[in-house]
């Protein structure tokens, strides 16, 4: 069992160097090329989802399989996480041997436990969609170059808060340690890696940047910055930017590993489209097609993700072909605040307001069931009363007559679970 797994290790990280030359070219492929590319790879995945998958033989006769094109997708129907939950075994190939599959554990906003199986090569495309997405920016990504990661770390008591992985190169700063006391330390740590890239989550890497705007610190090394995970605040952007002048590159994705969307240097969010294919419901919820799970084939997924649509189709001039399937990401759908009466509102409300706050450094927003709203703020200097009573006189404006809660607190805490900061989160019950 141990030479298998060993093997399969090896099997991988031989894919992405053989591989990844393949997928930088993919990109600037022309647009034909690339739909029918995709056209292949879901023709193969819905014949193998109609031939062996309980849940989608019934639409075996639907699928026009001789006159085949992408829109043959939307004879299936929007399957979402409870669906599969409720009876996983519906979803997975029959002739795949379940005691033998790898899986992939997501956390997700319920907090209820999911997990997908993992294909063969499941790991190394992920790690190839990382490299492509990091070379978006000024320079190609070469694979195990070092990189700096802000995230995905959190040391225990008493150790350091910053650790190597050889094997890829990766230089982890703990994103629960941005602070004067190890601001040394940060920063000898970047220097040695002499890494060109820095990533992690929009939160960790905007906190990093009040602190070295603070003391006046520049660091040129770094070219590319990669966030992800969390919504990129146009405050965090606009302070991240200004300060960094280099590429600030936005990724989103989810632990299901359907799709994977990335900015490039203009700005636009790419899909990986041989990775997966993105539609918008008339809500602008993401629906997700993983093109590469052969073993429990994801298909019409509802994401739980609300995009920003566009206005047109977008050619882009970054030179790829890639599809730009939304203007950006909005945030989960689980977020919707709910104004008196309970009319949800968008949430990119608050975050509008929040600019208007200079002296406020961070946000979290709880509503609670009785649609209390409940407020934390870490400030960048102090927020006086008349301050106060202009934010609780902003919220009023957009919530109506709520109970209305603000606290100042020394720091928004990061969840120990997810690793992330949740920025604006519902108790409602809808
Ligand atoms: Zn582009």
């Not at 094109?69 to 939307?74: A, H, R, T």
């Not at 033998?100 to 199986?117: A, D, M, N, Y």
């Not at 203009?266 to 590469?292: C, F, R």
């Amino acid at each position: 069992m141990h030479i298998k797994k060993a093997l399969h290790k090896f099997c991988n990280i031989l894919y992405v160097y053989v591989k990844y030359p393949k997928y930088l070219k993919f990109q600037f492929k022309s647009k034909e090329e690339i739909t029918k590319y995709q056209e292949k790879r879901l023709k193969r995945i819905l014949k193998i989802a109609v031939e062996k998958v309980p849940f989608y033989k019934t639409y075996k006769n639907d699928i026009d399989f001789d006159n085949f094109s992408l829109k043959e997708l939307n004879k299936l129907p929007v399957v979402t996480k409870d669906d599969i939950r409720e009876d996983i075994n519906r979803f997975l190939r029959e002739d795949v041997k379940i005691d033998q599959l790898e899986w992939k554990s997501t956390s997700g906003s319920s907090g209820k436990p999911f997990k997908v199986p993992k294909s063969y090569y499941s790991d190394a495309i992920e790690v190839i969609l990382g490299y492509r997405a990091w070379s978006l920016g000024k320079n190609v990504y070469k694979v195990r170059e070092p990189a700096i990661v802000l995230r995905s770390f959190s040391p225990k008591e008493g150790e350091p808060p910053y650790k190597r992985d050889w094997i890829r190169n990766f230089w982890y700063l703990s994103p629960y340690d941005i602070n004067e006391k190890h601001l040394d330390q940060y920063l000898l740590f970047i220097k040695k890696s002499k890494a060109k890239i820095l990533k992690g989550y929009p939160s960790s890497i905007y906190i990093l940047t009040l602190l070295l705007k603070k003391h006046n610190i520049t660091i040129p090394q770094i070219e590319t910055i990669i966030t992800s995970s969390e919504n990129m605040l146009p405050l965090y952007r606009k302070e991240i930017e200004t300060y960094w002048k280099c590429d600030v590159l936005d990724w989103y994705g989810q632990n299901e590993r359907t799709v994977t969307v990335q900015q490039c240097a203009e700005g636009n969010y790419h899909n990986n489209d041989e990775y997966g294919i993105v539609q918008l419901d008339n809500n602008n919820n993401i629906i997700a097609t993983s093109l590469n799970n052969d073993i429990m084939p994801l298909i019409r997924y509802f994401t739980n993700d609300k995009a920003i649509p566009n206005n047109q189709t977008i050619k882009c001039s970054c030179g790829r072909n890639l599809t730009v399937p939304f203007k950006s990401i909005e945030g989960r759908a689980d977020d919707i605040i709910y104004k008196e009466g309970k009319t949800p509102i968008p949430t990119v409300n608050f975050y509008n307001l929040m600019e208007n706050f200079q002296k406020v450094k961070q946000f979290s927003l709880v509503q609670d069931e009785d649609l209390t709203i409940n407020i934390k703020v870490s400030e960048n200097e102090p927020l006086v009363a008349k301050d106060i009573d202009s934010l609780k006189e902003g919220i009023k404006q957009r919530v109506g007559n709520l109970k209305i809660n603000i606290t100042i607190v020394d720091q928004i805490l990061r969840d120990k679970d997810t690793d992330k900061i949740k920025i604006i989160k519902s108790k409602v019950k809808v």
